[in-house]
């Protein structure tokens, strides 16, 4: 993809935090967004989908997810999560791995608000020393 992905950020956010309204969020009363950005330089976003058997729900981030893999998208260049909280709301553990089959160690997780970007880690930094394909025998 041409360009620096430090240029989308703001579209990104932007993504994530409205597809945010769209959440499913009954039980926990917590919406989620959270957008990803493509090797094509696309965007697609998810919302976090909860289910009255409490651990059939799902994350934002495995939405969006599933939303780039249906699309066609096969790599994550940076990531954007949405939520309102008193701190900033980064991927739980089972998302960084989603997250990590498709993103390298230096993409970017930007954590905002609806006021906008509150923090910035790399995957790597979220997730150090992850099992990947590399461990598996080829
Ligand atoms: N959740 C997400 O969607 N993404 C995160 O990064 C953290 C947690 C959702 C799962 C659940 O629906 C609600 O937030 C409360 O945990």
């Not at 909860?50 to 066609?72: F, I, M």
């Not at 939520?83 to 390298?104: D, I, Y």
Request: hydrophobic fraction near 45%; include cysteine; charged fraction near 15%.
């Amino acid at each position: 993809m041409a360009g620096n992905v430090e240029q989308h950020r703001e579209a990104l956010i932007a993504a994530a935090c409205a597809v945010r309204a769209h959440a499913h969020a009954p039980y926990s009363g917590f919406a989620v967004g959270a957008a990803v950005l493509d090797e094509h330089g696309r965007i697609h976003a998810g919302a976090n989908v909860e289910n009255a058997a409490y651990p059939q729900g799902w994350c934002a981030e495995t939405s969006a997810l599933a939303a780039l893999v249906a699309a066609g998208g096969r790599r994550v260049l940076a990531v954007a999560v949405c939520a309102v909280a008193e701190h900033p709301v980064a991927p739980c553990g089972g998302c960084r791995q989603k997250l990590r089959e498709f993103a390298a160690d230096d993409c970017p997780v930007w954590l905002a608000g609806p006021q906008g970007l509150r923090a910035t880690h790399s995957l790597g930094e979220l997730l150090p020393h992850g099992f990947g394909p590399h461990h598996l025998p080829s």
